[in-house]
């Protein structure tokens, strides 16, 4: 165990995943793995008829999705051309940055309160924040 030096503060935040659990391989591969049976479920999805020919009526038409941009974008794209649903765009959830900015948001609010440090394997450094 490292000790601690008069530097440090008396709070420290530390990320989880990749900083304080390191992925191994075999963790990657079934993460992999198991957002390829995720996006395979797509196939067996039903269009909604009633909701496609509504979308139909209208000029512009826009999707709104949940499922993350960073990951999900083709899969989405495939399932909307397979079933022919017009669309002009589609908005697809920003999931790494609304991460980012959420534990920039936590760290904010717990550093009101203490002097901390947090270790975060996005930023590959320690922070003090005051």
Known sequence: ?????????????????????IRSSLTKFLFWLSNQIYKVGFIFEKLNKTSFNLLNRYEKR???????????NEATLSQLRRYKVPFDSIIMCPRASLYREWKKKMIKEISKKDV?????????EIMKCE
Do not use: H, P, Q
């Not at 165990?1 to 659990?21: C, Q």
């Not at 901390?116 to 590959?124: A, G, K, Q, S």
């Open 1 to 21: 165990m490292e000790k601690r030096s008069d530097n440090d503060g008396k709070l420290i935040v530390m990320d989880l995943d990749d900083t304080l659990f």
């Open 62 to 72: 826009i999707i709104l999705t949940s499922r993350a941009d960073n990951w999900m």
């Open 116 to 124: 901390l440090t947090w270790v975060d394997n996005d930023r590959l």
